[in-house]
Protein backbone atom coordinates (compact mmCIF):
# COMPACT_ATOMS: atom_id res chain seq x y z
CA UNK A 1 0.00 0.00 0.00
CA UNK A 2 1.16 3.33 -0.94
CA UNK A 3 1.13 6.13 2.23
CA UNK A 4 -1.90 7.51 0.80
CA UNK A 5 -4.01 4.21 0.82
CA UNK A 6 -2.66 3.40 3.92
CA UNK A 7 -3.82 7.10 5.01
CA UNK A 8 -7.51 6.65 3.60
CA UNK A 9 -7.99 2.83 5.26
CA UNK A 10 -6.88 4.13 8.76
CA UNK A 11 -9.56 7.38 7.88
CA UNK A 12 -12.07 4.49 7.16
CA UNK A 13 -11.63 3.05 9.94
CA UNK A 14 -11.87 5.73 12.25
CA UNK A 15 -14.98 7.09 10.35
CA UNK A 16 -16.45 3.46 10.77
CA UNK A 17 -16.04 3.54 14.87
CA UNK A 18 -17.81 7.10 15.08
CA UNK A 19 -20.97 6.32 12.69
CA UNK A 20 -21.44 2.97 15.18
CA UNK A 21 -20.83 5.06 18.22
CA UNK A 22 -22.67 8.22 17.33
CA UNK A 23 -24.88 7.57 14.44
CA UNK A 24 -24.08 10.25 13.28
CA UNK A 25 -25.95 11.91 10.20
CA UNK A 26 -25.32 14.90 7.72
CA UNK A 27 -22.22 16.00 6.68
CA UNK A 28 -20.10 13.96 8.73
CA UNK A 29 -21.84 10.62 8.04
CA UNK A 30 -21.23 11.91 4.40
CA UNK A 31 -17.89 12.63 4.55
CA UNK A 32 -17.01 9.42 6.44
CA UNK A 33 -18.86 7.50 3.05
CA UNK A 34 -16.64 8.97 0.91
CA UNK A 35 -13.56 7.86 2.92
CA UNK A 36 -14.57 4.35 3.03
CA UNK A 37 -15.42 4.29 -0.20
CA UNK A 38 -12.12 5.73 -1.18
CA UNK A 39 -10.22 2.95 1.26
CA UNK A 40 -11.84 0.06 -1.20
CA UNK A 41 -10.50 1.50 -3.98
CA UNK A 42 -9.76 -0.05 -6.21
CA UNK A 43 -12.19 -3.37 -5.23
CA UNK A 44 -12.75 -4.63 -8.72
CA UNK A 45 -10.54 -4.30 -12.57
CA UNK A 46 -9.69 -1.06 -13.59
CA UNK A 47 -9.98 -0.44 -17.34
CA UNK A 48 -7.48 1.20 -18.86
CA UNK A 49 -8.74 2.58 -22.25
CA UNK A 50 -5.79 3.49 -25.03
CA UNK A 51 -7.79 5.46 -28.01
CA UNK A 52 -5.39 3.78 -30.51
CA UNK A 53 -4.44 0.17 -32.21
CA UNK A 54 -2.83 -2.43 -31.20
CA UNK A 55 1.28 -2.26 -30.77
CA UNK A 56 3.55 0.47 -30.53
CA UNK A 57 4.12 3.19 -27.64
CA UNK A 58 0.40 3.59 -27.11
CA UNK A 59 0.13 0.25 -25.82
CA UNK A 60 3.34 -0.45 -24.39
CA UNK A 61 3.13 2.45 -21.55
CA UNK A 62 -0.07 1.27 -20.11
CA UNK A 63 0.04 -2.40 -20.53
CA UNK A 64 3.54 -2.14 -18.61
CA UNK A 65 2.10 0.24 -15.37
CA UNK A 66 -0.99 -1.64 -15.64
CA UNK A 67 0.65 -5.07 -15.22
CA UNK A 68 3.01 -3.19 -12.58
CA UNK A 69 0.07 -1.78 -10.87
CA UNK A 70 -1.66 -4.94 -10.66
CA UNK A 71 1.27 -6.52 -9.01
CA UNK A 72 1.04 -3.65 -5.88
CA UNK A 73 -3.17 -3.19 -5.72
CA UNK A 74 -4.20 -7.11 -6.31
CA UNK A 75 -6.83 -5.74 -8.78
CA UNK A 76 -6.85 -6.58 -12.81
CA UNK A 77 -5.67 -3.61 -14.90
CA UNK A 78 -7.40 -4.34 -18.09
CA UNK A 79 -6.07 -2.55 -21.59
CA UNK A 80 -9.04 -1.97 -23.98
CA UNK A 81 -8.19 -0.70 -27.14
CA UNK A 82 -10.72 2.05 -29.03
CA UNK A 83 -9.13 3.77 -32.21
CA UNK A 84 -9.80 6.10 -34.20
CA UNK A 85 -10.32 10.20 -35.10
CA UNK A 86 -7.19 10.89 -33.81
CA UNK A 87 -7.99 9.34 -29.90
CA UNK A 88 -11.39 10.75 -30.37
CA UNK A 89 -13.26 8.00 -30.14
CA UNK A 90 -11.56 6.31 -26.81
CA UNK A 91 -11.65 9.29 -25.42
CA UNK A 92 -15.49 9.87 -25.83
CA UNK A 93 -15.53 6.24 -24.74
CA UNK A 94 -14.02 7.16 -21.11
CA UNK A 95 -16.82 10.18 -20.86
CA UNK A 96 -19.75 8.10 -21.22
CA UNK A 97 -18.24 5.39 -18.50
CA UNK A 98 -19.56 6.13 -15.21
CA UNK A 99 -17.45 8.80 -13.03
CA UNK A 100 -16.17 6.11 -10.41
CA UNK A 101 -12.02 5.85 -11.49
CA UNK A 102 -12.72 2.17 -13.04
CA UNK A 103 -12.48 4.12 -16.34
CA UNK A 104 -9.21 5.95 -17.20
CA UNK A 105 -7.62 7.46 -20.38
CA UNK A 106 -4.29 6.63 -21.31
CA UNK A 107 -3.61 10.03 -23.03
CA UNK A 108 -1.04 11.41 -25.29
CA UNK A 109 -0.20 14.69 -25.62
CA UNK A 110 -2.81 15.45 -28.82
CA UNK A 111 -5.25 13.70 -26.45
CA UNK A 112 -5.34 16.62 -23.96
CA UNK A 113 -3.84 19.80 -26.06
CA UNK A 114 -3.89 19.12 -29.62
CA UNK A 115 -7.55 17.28 -30.34
CA UNK A 116 -9.23 20.54 -29.55
CA UNK A 117 -7.84 22.56 -31.77
CA UNK A 118 -7.84 20.30 -34.84
CA UNK A 119 -11.47 18.90 -34.44
CA UNK A 120 -13.22 21.72 -33.30
CA UNK A 121 -16.63 20.16 -34.13
CA UNK A 122 -15.99 17.06 -32.24
CA UNK A 123 -16.88 19.81 -28.90
CA UNK A 124 -13.98 17.86 -27.09
CA UNK A 125 -12.69 20.36 -24.19
CA UNK A 126 -10.15 17.61 -22.60
CA UNK A 127 -9.12 19.98 -20.01
CA UNK A 128 -12.73 20.28 -18.96
CA UNK A 129 -13.87 17.01 -18.84
CA UNK A 130 -10.80 15.23 -17.93
CA UNK A 131 -8.65 15.69 -14.75
CA UNK A 132 -5.03 14.42 -14.54
CA UNK A 133 -4.30 11.33 -12.59
CA UNK A 134 -0.43 11.27 -13.20
CA UNK A 135 1.67 12.19 -15.79
CA UNK A 136 3.46 8.57 -17.03
CA UNK A 137 6.78 8.99 -19.61
CA UNK A 138 7.67 11.39 -22.10
CA UNK A 139 8.92 10.22 -25.54
CA UNK A 140 11.93 11.56 -27.57
CA UNK A 141 11.34 11.41 -31.50
CA UNK A 142 13.56 9.40 -33.85
CA UNK A 143 13.60 10.57 -37.39
CA UNK A 144 13.70 7.43 -39.43
CA UNK A 145 14.08 6.28 -43.11
CA UNK A 146 13.11 2.92 -44.63
CA UNK A 147 16.41 1.29 -45.27
CA UNK A 148 16.11 0.65 -48.69
CA UNK A 149 16.98 4.64 -49.66
CA UNK A 150 20.47 5.27 -49.70
CA UNK A 151 19.55 8.60 -47.30
CA UNK A 152 21.97 8.63 -44.17
CA UNK A 153 21.76 12.29 -42.57
CA UNK A 154 18.97 14.48 -42.23
CA UNK A 155 20.40 16.53 -44.89
CA UNK A 156 20.11 13.97 -47.48
CA UNK A 157 16.31 13.71 -46.76
CA UNK A 158 15.52 16.97 -46.97
CA UNK A 159 17.64 17.15 -50.31
CA UNK A 160 15.50 13.80 -51.24
CA UNK A 161 12.24 15.19 -50.40
CA UNK A 162 12.93 18.30 -52.14
CA UNK A 163 13.61 16.47 -55.26
CA UNK A 164 10.43 14.31 -55.02
CA UNK A 165 8.55 17.54 -55.38
CA UNK A 166 6.01 16.67 -52.58
CA UNK A 167 5.51 12.65 -54.36
CA UNK A 168 6.90 11.07 -51.09
CA UNK A 169 4.80 10.03 -48.03
CA UNK A 170 5.35 9.85 -43.90
CA UNK A 171 3.50 8.03 -42.05
CA UNK A 172 2.18 8.83 -38.39
CA UNK A 173 -0.36 5.99 -36.16
CA UNK A 174 -3.18 8.57 -36.56
CA UNK A 175 -4.22 11.75 -38.06
CA UNK A 176 -3.68 14.56 -35.39
CA UNK A 177 -0.92 12.73 -33.33
CA UNK A 178 2.45 13.79 -32.58
CA UNK A 179 4.02 12.23 -35.04
CA UNK A 180 2.25 13.38 -37.38
CA UNK A 181 2.75 16.75 -36.25
CA UNK A 182 5.90 16.28 -35.58
CA UNK A 183 6.41 15.07 -39.72
CA UNK A 184 4.38 18.86 -40.40
CA UNK A 185 6.67 20.41 -38.33
CA UNK A 186 10.05 18.76 -39.74
CA UNK A 187 8.92 19.57 -43.57
CA UNK A 188 8.06 23.04 -42.65
CA UNK A 189 11.27 23.32 -40.75
CA UNK A 190 13.06 21.82 -44.17
CA UNK A 191 11.08 23.56 -46.49
CA UNK A 192 10.03 20.30 -48.05
CA UNK A 193 6.46 18.44 -48.83
CA UNK A 194 5.17 15.25 -48.41
CA UNK A 195 2.09 13.03 -48.53
CA UNK A 196 1.08 12.24 -44.82
CA UNK A 197 -0.64 8.69 -44.72
CA UNK A 198 -1.97 8.48 -41.04
CA UNK A 199 -2.64 4.32 -39.82
CA UNK A 200 -4.38 2.75 -37.04
CA UNK A 201 -1.96 2.72 -33.98
CA UNK A 202 2.16 2.35 -34.41
CA UNK A 203 2.11 -1.32 -35.32
CA UNK A 204 0.27 -0.77 -38.50
CA UNK A 205 2.96 2.56 -39.10
CA UNK A 206 6.13 0.38 -38.39
CA UNK A 207 4.41 -2.32 -40.74
CA UNK A 208 3.94 0.28 -43.55
CA UNK A 209 7.56 1.94 -42.90
CA UNK A 210 9.16 -1.70 -43.11
CA UNK A 211 7.43 -2.37 -46.25
CA UNK A 212 8.25 0.95 -47.81
CA UNK A 213 4.57 2.36 -48.17
CA UNK A 214 5.88 5.85 -46.63
CA UNK A 215 9.37 6.85 -46.86
CA UNK A 216 9.66 8.71 -43.16
CA UNK A 217 8.42 8.92 -40.07
CA UNK A 218 9.11 10.90 -36.79
CA UNK A 219 8.32 8.78 -33.88
CA UNK A 220 9.26 6.92 -30.72
CA UNK A 221 12.18 4.24 -30.78
CA UNK A 222 9.65 1.70 -29.31
CA UNK A 223 7.48 1.72 -32.00
CA UNK A 224 10.16 1.00 -34.71
CA UNK A 225 12.55 -0.74 -32.29
CA UNK A 226 12.17 -4.25 -34.21
CA UNK A 227 12.41 -2.46 -37.63
CA UNK A 228 15.85 -0.45 -36.45
CA UNK A 229 17.19 -3.92 -35.04
CA UNK A 230 16.44 -5.95 -38.42
CA UNK A 231 18.26 -3.26 -40.36
CA UNK A 232 14.91 -2.85 -42.65
CA UNK A 233 14.53 0.93 -41.31
CA UNK A 234 17.40 3.38 -40.45
CA UNK A 235 17.59 5.99 -37.76
CA UNK A 236 18.82 9.57 -38.86
CA UNK A 237 18.53 11.91 -35.37
CA UNK A 238 17.24 12.32 -32.39
CA UNK A 239 15.00 15.12 -31.60
CA UNK A 240 16.30 15.33 -28.02
CA UNK A 241 19.30 17.12 -26.33
CA UNK A 242 21.14 14.18 -25.53
CA UNK A 243 21.54 10.54 -27.71
CA UNK A 244 19.57 7.72 -26.72
CA UNK A 245 21.73 4.82 -25.19
CA UNK A 246 19.92 2.10 -26.76
CA UNK A 247 20.81 4.36 -29.83
CA UNK A 248 24.43 5.05 -29.29
CA UNK A 249 25.50 6.23 -33.22
CA UNK A 250 22.29 7.85 -34.11
CA UNK A 251 23.28 11.83 -33.60
CA UNK A 252 21.29 14.52 -32.01
CA UNK A 253 19.13 17.00 -34.59
CA UNK A 254 21.77 19.53 -33.12
CA UNK A 255 24.73 17.39 -34.15
CA UNK A 256 23.25 16.88 -36.78
CA UNK A 257 22.76 20.55 -37.86
CA UNK A 258 19.01 20.69 -37.20
CA UNK A 259 19.21 22.26 -33.91
CA UNK A 260 16.08 23.96 -34.52
CA UNK A 261 14.08 21.35 -34.57
CA UNK A 262 14.61 20.55 -30.75
CA UNK A 263 12.73 24.03 -30.71
CA UNK A 264 9.89 23.16 -33.26
CA UNK A 265 9.27 19.82 -32.56
CA UNK A 266 8.44 19.17 -28.91
CA UNK A 267 8.42 15.52 -27.11
CA UNK A 268 5.08 13.50 -27.23
CA UNK A 269 4.42 12.40 -23.45
CA UNK A 270 1.46 9.82 -22.18
CA UNK A 271 -0.52 10.16 -18.87
CA UNK A 272 -3.47 8.76 -16.95
CA UNK A 273 -6.60 11.43 -16.72
CA UNK A 274 -10.09 10.13 -15.21
CA UNK A 275 -13.32 12.05 -16.09
CA UNK A 276 -13.13 15.23 -14.45
CA UNK A 277 -16.24 14.48 -11.48
CA UNK A 278 -14.78 11.45 -10.38
CA UNK A 279 -14.09 11.38 -6.52
CA UNK A 280 -11.05 13.22 -5.88
CA UNK A 281 -10.30 10.45 -3.45
CA UNK A 282 -9.98 8.24 -6.02
CA UNK A 283 -8.10 10.31 -7.93
CA UNK A 284 -5.23 11.02 -5.12
CA UNK A 285 -5.27 6.74 -4.15
CA UNK A 286 -4.74 6.11 -8.34
CA UNK A 287 -2.16 9.10 -8.53
CA UNK A 288 -0.13 7.91 -5.40
CA UNK A 289 -0.26 4.05 -6.62
CA UNK A 290 1.25 5.08 -9.76
CA UNK A 291 3.93 7.41 -8.52
CA UNK A 292 4.84 4.09 -6.46
CA UNK A 293 4.85 2.19 -9.56
CA UNK A 294 6.75 4.19 -11.61
CA UNK A 295 9.56 4.15 -8.64
CA UNK A 296 9.98 0.25 -8.91
CA UNK A 297 13.19 -0.60 -10.56
CA UNK A 298 11.75 -2.83 -13.12
CA UNK A 299 9.29 -0.83 -14.65
CA UNK A 300 11.92 2.24 -15.11
CA UNK A 301 14.51 -0.63 -16.84
CA UNK A 302 11.55 -1.67 -19.26
CA UNK A 303 10.57 1.54 -20.25
CA UNK A 304 13.93 2.82 -20.83
CA UNK A 305 14.64 0.16 -22.86
CA UNK A 306 12.03 1.00 -24.64
CA UNK A 307 13.36 4.77 -25.24
CA UNK A 308 11.64 6.10 -23.31
CA UNK A 309 11.85 8.61 -19.91
CA UNK A 310 10.14 7.91 -17.05
CA UNK A 311 8.41 11.73 -15.58
CA UNK A 312 6.12 10.92 -12.94
CA UNK A 313 4.01 14.34 -12.54
CA UNK A 314 0.96 14.83 -10.22
CA UNK A 315 -0.82 17.64 -8.57
CA UNK A 316 -2.79 20.89 -9.30
CA UNK A 317 0.56 22.40 -11.20
CA UNK A 318 0.11 19.70 -13.85
CA UNK A 319 -2.82 21.04 -14.75
CA UNK A 320 -1.82 24.09 -15.32
CA UNK A 321 1.22 23.03 -17.37
CA UNK A 322 -1.16 21.17 -19.84
CA UNK A 323 -2.91 24.65 -20.39
CA UNK A 324 0.22 26.54 -21.04
CA UNK A 325 1.16 23.70 -23.34
CA UNK A 326 -2.48 23.94 -25.08
CA UNK A 327 -1.89 27.69 -26.23
CA UNK A 328 1.25 26.69 -27.34
CA UNK A 329 0.57 23.93 -29.67
CA UNK A 330 -2.61 26.41 -30.50
CA UNK A 331 0.24 29.15 -31.84
CA UNK A 332 1.95 26.02 -33.41
CA UNK A 333 -0.35 24.86 -35.31
CA UNK A 334 -1.44 28.54 -37.14
CA UNK A 335 -0.24 27.62 -40.77
CA UNK A 336 1.20 24.18 -40.90
CA UNK A 337 0.11 21.90 -43.62
CA UNK A 338 -1.14 19.15 -41.88
CA UNK A 339 -2.53 16.80 -45.06
CA UNK A 340 -5.17 15.55 -42.73
Same mark, same amino acid.
Given at each position: ?25 ? $? ?5 ? +? ?18 ? $? ?18 ? $? ?19 ? =?? !? ?16 ? &? !?????? !????? =? ?17 ? &? ?35 ? $? #? ?6 ? #? ?13 ? /? ?17 ? +? *? ?23 ? /?? !? ?6 ? *? ?8 ? *? ?14 ? #? ?9 ? *? ?5 ? #? ?16 ? +? ?12 ? =? &??
Amino acid at each position: MTNTLVALHRAGRRCGVVLRRLALAG $GMAVSCT +AALAADAYPSQPVRIVVPYG $GGGIADLVPRLLGNQLQRNL $GQPFIIESKPGAGGLIGADHV =LR !QPADGYSVLSAATNNLVI &N !QFLFPD !QKLDP =LAQFVPVAKVVSVPLLIVV &NAQLSIRSVDELVAYLNVQKGNANYGSPSAGTVPHLA $G #ALFLQAGG #AKAVHVPYRGGGALA /TALGAGEVQFAVIGYSSVQ +A *LLQSGRVRALAVVAPQRLAMLPNVP /TV !QEAGWGKL *LQAIPDNWWM *LVARKDTPPERIAALS #AAVQAALKEPE *LVRLYED #AGLQVNAQVGPGLQQELL +AEARAWQERLKGLE =L &NM
